[in-house]
T-cell receptor, first 114, second 114 residues
Framework: DSGVTQTPKHLITATGQRVTLRCSPR?????VYWYQQSLDQGLQFLIQ???????AKGNILERFSAQQFPDLHSELNLSSLELGDSALYFC?????????????FGPGTRLTVL | TQLLEQSPQFLSIQEGENLTVYCNSS?????LQWYRQEPGEGPVLLVT?????EVKKLKRLTFQFGDARKDSSLHITAAQPGDTGLYLC??????????????FGKGTKLSVIP
C-alpha cells in the first residue's frame, strides 16, 4: 500500500459526458501528479500540483483540468469524453528531497468510455 | 521532447533463467528510475540511479546506468514467477522547487513461467 488513495476504482460512462477522479496523497506530501496510461501511449504525465498551485503541465488535453484543494487532495476533471479517453488514470504524490524524485503511485482509476 | 525506448516489449522466460531489459534515451536525464507494475496496481519504484556508470543491486536485480547517463539496463538473475510484471523506466528532469517531471518508457512486459 503506497498510502495514495484514488476513487473510484472503475468508471464507465458515455461519450460526451464529464467525470471527476479523486486522489488523496500520502500524509505530508505536497506534490500531486496525474498520469494517463493507455496501451498504445504508455504512461503519460498530465499535470502536477504543489501545495495547491499548478507546477508543471504535460500532455494534458484542453478538455481536461485539475485542481488541488487546501487539504491537498486533488481532482482531475475530464469533460466531453471521447472513446480514446478510455485508459487508466494514476495519481502519484511525492515529498521530493534530492537526489531524486520518489513518487508514490495510487492504485489508479480505470475509465471506460462507451 | 525526450523519449525513452525500452526493449524488448515482451519477454517470456522459464523460471530460473536470467534476463536483461534495456532503456535507451535520446538525451540525458538528471536521474533514471525503474518501476515495476502489476496488473490492477500502480507502478512501484524499484531504484533510482543518478551517476553515470552507477550499478545498484536489489537482491537478484542489478541496475546499471550508462556512463553518458542516457541508457540503463535491468538484469534479473534466476527469475522467479513473482518477478512477473511490467517493468518501466523513467527519466527524471528537475523542474524547480523540489519538483521532478518523469518521462516513462512504454515498458517491458515480463512473464516468468513456473
Amino acid at each position: 500500500d503506497s498510502g495514495v488513495t484514488q476513487t473510484p476504482k472503475h468508471l464507465i460512462t458515455a461519450t460526451g459526458q464529464r467525470v471527476t477522479l479523486r486522489c488523496s496523497p500520502r500524509s505530508g506530501d505536497l506534490s500531486v501528479y496525474w498520469y494517463q496510461q493507455s496501451l498504445d501511449q504508455g504512461l503519460q504525465f498530465l499535470i502536477q500540483y504543489y501545495n495547491g498551485e499548478e507546477r508543471a503541465k504535460g500532455n494534458i488535453l484542453e478538455r481536461f483540468s485539475a485542481q488541488q484543494f487546501p487539504d491537498l487532495h486533488s481532482e482531475l476533471n475530464l469533460s466531453s469524453l471521447e472513446l480514446g479517453d478510455s485508459a487508466l488514470y494514476f495519481c502519484a504524490s511525492s515529498a521530493t528531497p534530492p537526489p531524486g524524485p520518489k513518487q508514490f503511485f495510487g492504485p489508479g482509476t480505470r475509465l471506460t468510455v462507451l | 521532447t525526450q523519449l525513452l525506448e525500452q526493449s524488448p516489449q515482451f519477454l517470456s522466460i522459464q523460471e530460473g533463467e536470467n534476463l536483461t531489459v534495456y532503456c535507451n534515451s535520446s538525451s540525458v536525464f538528471s536521474s533514471l528510475q525503474w518501476y515495476r507494475q502489476e496488473p490492477g496496481e500502480g507502478p512501484v519504484l524499484l531504484v533510482t540511479v543518478v551517476t553515470g556508470g552507477e550499478v545498484k543491486k536489489l537482491k537478484r536485480l542489478t541496475f546499471q546506468f550508462g556512463d553518458a547517463r542516457k541508457d540503463s539496463s535491468l538484469h534479473i538473475t534466476a527469475a522467479q514467477p513473482g518477478d512477473t510484471g511490467l517493468y518501466l523506466c523513467a527519466g527524471a528532469e528537475y523542474s524547480g522547487a523540489g519538483s521532478y517531471q518523469l518521462t516513462f518508457g512504454k515498458g517491458t512486459k515480463l512473464s516468468v513461467i513456473p
